[in-house]
Structure formats: C-alpha cells, structure tokens
C-alpha cells in the first residue's frame, strides 16, 4: 500500500520489520512545489522499539493483513517454530487450536525475516502473552539452540517449550519401548491429519506451497532425506501438529 492510505493500528512491513502504527501525521507542503508527508509513529512488533519515519505519499510500503479475532485465554493452543539463519531466510511460528480430540484449528502464520535470535524469543513470549500456548515446540538444533535456551530463561516459558527434535516416541502401547523422534515421524503425523481430515489449514497460498516444495530422497545409506527450497512454513506446522501425538499433555476439552 501506499504511504497515504497508512491509517491507525494498520501493520505494514519495512526492512524486514512488523511495524504497528500508532499515529499518523500528515505535514503539508510549504510551497506548490512542495510534497505532503506523512509522519508514522508506531513500534517494531517483535523488538518494541519505538519508530518514526516520514513518507512521501505515494511511498509503497508492503502492508500485512491481521486477523481481526478474540483470542480464548484458556483454550488449547500450540505453537510450532522453525528459527531461520541470518540473512534471507524466514522465521515461521505457527498457531493450532486443539478444539477437540480429533480436530486442529490452524490459527496463525507469522512469518519474520533477517531476525536475530533474541527478537525470534521476543516475538514467542509476546505470542504466549495472547495465547498462553499449551506447548511451545522448537528444533533446538543449528539456530535454535540460541532461541530454545533463551525461553528457558523466562518463567512464563520454561515448563511449556520442548526440544522437539530430542523427542522420542512410543513403539509399544505401553510405552515401554521409545525411539528418539525423526523428522519423517513429523512429517507423517500431520500428512495422517490432513488425510483424516483433523486439521484445517488456514487459507493462505504460502502455506501450500510451502508444503508443496517438501522433497524427498534416499541416501547411499538408505536413509530418508527431507528437503526443499521453502519449507520454513511446513517445518513450523509439522511442530505444532505434534501436540496430537503428545501423551503427555493434560488437555481439557469441554
């Protein structure tokens, strides 16, 4: 969108930053010749900082659509995160509902770019204030390991964030028997959602190309490798979708 259509509590991004507008300023010129500028005062959604910045008006600013929605403070929600590298890679954190045992309500994608690690832990202890997740599940593996320490350190995270990837799952019925959890095991888990029909994706075209550009192919030694171009969406999903295999949470569905 355009500089000039920039209203109040509207959320555009610049140089990679969510940025919430607060007040919008419109300065005429002092001459014909002059150009009218729009002052925007807001804050980076993730770091909090303040922001300012005049525009000219016709200025192009790429706006981010919001869901508009009243959020259940004691409803099961699950977040799924897939911490990007540094530079032109994407952070995805991913929001299921759990509305009953067989059904998963996908909430939000949010997706963050060039983002240092101690904003991507902000960006979850913010999203935990308006959901107060069940489950926060992250790859503690490459850049994740910075972000998965981090939320240890905060009281309203550390007993609900889980290394996903030093997860085991059961063989047996009686869980007797374990095997540390693979990322095909993910993978296959929201594959079985999506065929049973218990989960319901949001309706956003990243989302299935993401899921569409996952590859596959087997090592020399025989081993499953998964793969693709834009799969941040897709690895963020198949973490939160992982709260339908989770024993181990108390979930109360009225």
Known sequence: MKANEIKRSAIFQLDGKNIFVKKVHVQSPSSRSGNTLYKVS???????????????GDEVVDNVDVLQKRVEFDANYFLGVDVARMGTDESTFEILERVSRDKLLHRENIVTT?????????????????????RIYIDDGGMGVGVFDQLLEYEETRRKTEAINNASRSLD??????????????????????????????????????????????????????????THIAEGLIRAAWCAKDKHLNICIV
């Open 42 to 56: 807001g804050y980076d959604i993730v770091s909090r900082q303040k922001f300012e910045r005049s525009f000219k």
């Open 173 to 230: 019925r009686d869980e007797k028997r374990k095997k540390k959890l693979l990322k095909e095991d993910l993978y296959n888990n929201l594959l079985r959602l999506m065929e049973r029909g218990e989960i319901e994706l949001l309706d956003d075209d990243n989302i299935f190309f993401s899921l569409k550009s996952v590859m596959y192919e087997y090592t020399d030694e025989g081993k499953l490798r998964l793969f693709g171009r834009y």
């Open 114 to 134: 060039k983002t240092l690690t101690t904003d991507t832990t902000k960006q979850i202890v913010f999203l935990n204030n308006q959901y107060n997740f069940k």
